[in-house]
């Protein structure tokens, strides 16, 4: 059986943070710690067993996290698509991490101009998309979570996962484009 985790996205409701199903969980529910706990207990739940976790972008850090969690015994392989990490964003020139200012201009950016950052960022996120393709990416930015997606991108730029991604033991697949040049 398919399970989509990825359809409990979080939206921003009246009194916090709910899912997709409008239920309250919380602004604790945007810590990656809680997100890898409910996964373990959804798997634990349906019994899975053999799985392929198969994480895009900045996911590949959801999976490192819970892999360094709670281990593979249910997980048989990994494929991390155009991923992101373990190491935090970089300077392109220097491999050096980004400065603060860089991660707090950044963040200053989606909080205060999400449409503006979509602009600024998805030419190099997806060059040579066709306009429908961009026009579909920018209505996922801008149908997530504010509180949601600002955590996460503050997350891809400033957490290392280096020692944990060294303790994954099943294989591990890296399938990346040279035209993404946003990982």
Known sequence: AEVRIADAQLTEGPSGVTDRGGREVGEADGDVHRRNDQFHAAGEALAVEGA???????????????????????????????ATGPRPASDPASGEPVSPDVVDATISTLIGDLPGWIDETLPSFAPEAPPTVNRW??????????????????????????????????????LHGDHDVSA
């Open 52 to 82: 392929v976790l198969v994480g895009h972008s900045g996911a590949a850090g959801e999976i490192i996290g819970y892999l360094a969690r709670y281990g593979s015994n249910r997980v048989k392989a990994v494929v991390l698509v155009a």
């Open 137 to 174: 990416l920018a209505s996922m930015a801008l149908d997530t979570s504010r509180h949601a997606l600002v955590d996460f991108q503050h997350a891809i730029m400033t957490t290392d996962l280096t020692a944990h991604a060294a303790t994954i033991d099943v294989p591990v697949t890296l």
